[in-house]
């Protein structure tokens, strides 16, 4: 389908979800229901798939795909959130980021829109704002996307005073929420290990991130083996 001149309307979306249907495979539907735990039904569409469409979306009438798009299928909400990870302009993005944040209920979801979300580079500052909102959020998904778009974007020494605080004082028994946590000590443990060290020796997280992080920092490879050693030493 030419999604570049696609006239979205509510019979055209019928062909496209039909479309959609047909590239499902069903061994990688299976393999996502293991993985993926979600409210939507899945389909099984390779992640390359889904961003190519998000992409020509992108490129042609994508306001009015935002504005008529539903929320039944995994693979649906995912090109939803591709859609307005390639949103060019702050002002739009951030309209679409706030109305569709909460569509969010999984990792997969959640690591892909951030991972995608580019226009942060450019707006540090301001999504840095957006970021205080969602880690003091109650919601789950809420928090991992304030963390993941951490992991990805603010790992530099000016922002890792903040993001200690983030890590020490945002609690939560919420797997997915340390899980990101973790990925984010390791992170600034491999770029920043003095920096990195002192914030695993003396910290106020939970057993379960810090063991987890120690355990994320001994799987890296960039991480020298006398080190990735001697960080056992501050398992809880």
Known sequence: MDFLK????IANYKLF?????????????????????????????????????????????????????NNN?????????????????????????DKSINLIDNWALCDTFCNSLKIVNKNKDYFFSKIKELVNSKETYFIRVGFILLLNYY????????????????????????????????????????????YLKNNKLDKFTQNKSISKI????RVSKEMKNYVLKFRK
């Open 6 to 9: 696609f006239k979205w309307n």
């Open 17 to 69: 979800i039909n479309y959609f249907k047909d590239l499902g495979e069903n061994d990688y539907k299976k393999l996502n229901e293991k993985i993926i735990f979600t409210k939507y039904e899945i389909i099984g569409i390779r992640l390359p798939k889904l961003r190519a469409i998000s992409k020509e979306i992108s490129k042609g009438d994508y306001k009015s795909y935002l504005s008529i798009s």
């Open 73 to 97: 299928y995994y693979e649906e909400v995912m090109i939803k959130l591709l859609v307005i990870a390639n949103i060019k302009d702050l002002e739009e993005c951030i309209y679409y980021f």
């Open 155 to 198: 790992v530099e020494e000016k922002y890792l005073n903040d993001i200690f605080t983030f890590l020490d004082y945002i609690k939560s028994d919420e797997y997915y929420v340390n899980m990101a946590k973790a990925w984010l000590v390791c992170e600034i443990f491999i770029k920043y290990e003095k920096l990195g060290f002192k």
């Open 218 to 221: 001994r799987d890296s490879l």
